[in-house]
């Protein structure tokens, strides 16, 4: 992992991304420096958040660029919780971080598992379709 060794403290305010050069996940500061690479990650009170004018430029030149991280407060779990929906984002499919199973967009989770390039919440943190909203 080299220079990449600093693991956050539980309840440090971080950003996970995936990293498109080496693969596993890069973690950086608030500052947006990258302090640890991990293969899973656990964040409490996570924001996925997605640069709409650097998605926009990926889906125009087809360079990728990191654009999309999910913020949130690093934490360390006792035991494996039970996250079983998968979340993934795609910068041709959708300007959100959206569901694997039927592309319902998720904004916010109090826990997420970050495992590689998918993250993992509960069925209560996606949003509902438009249909469902009544």
């Known amino acids: 992992m080299g220079d990449y060794d600093q693991k ?17 996940l890069s973690v950086t500061n608030t500052k947006g ?22 998605r926009d430029r ?6 990728r660029n990191v654009h999309a991280k ?10 494996e919780p039970a996250l ?16 694997v ?3 319902r967009p998720v904004k916010t989770a109090p826990l997420v598992k970050i495992d590689d390039n998918r993250c993992f919440v509960t069925h209560d943190d996606v949003e509902p379709k438009d249909d469902e909203a009544d």
């Open 70 to 79: 999910v913020h949130g407060s690093w934490v360390e779990p006792d035991d």
């Open 101 to 103: 199973d039927d592309g």
């Open 33 to 54: 420096r990258v302090i640890y690479r991990c293969e899973t990650a656990f964040l409490e009170k996570a924001q996925f958040r997605v640069s709409e004018k650097m």
């Open 8 to 24: 956050p403290e539980p309840g440090q305010w971080v950003r996970v991304h995936y990293n498109l050069h080496v693969g596993g």
């Open 84 to 99: 079983p929906v998968a979340v993934r984002y795609n910068p041709y499919d959708a300007a959100d971080f959206i569901t």
């Open 58 to 63: 990926v889906v125009l030149t087809g360079c």
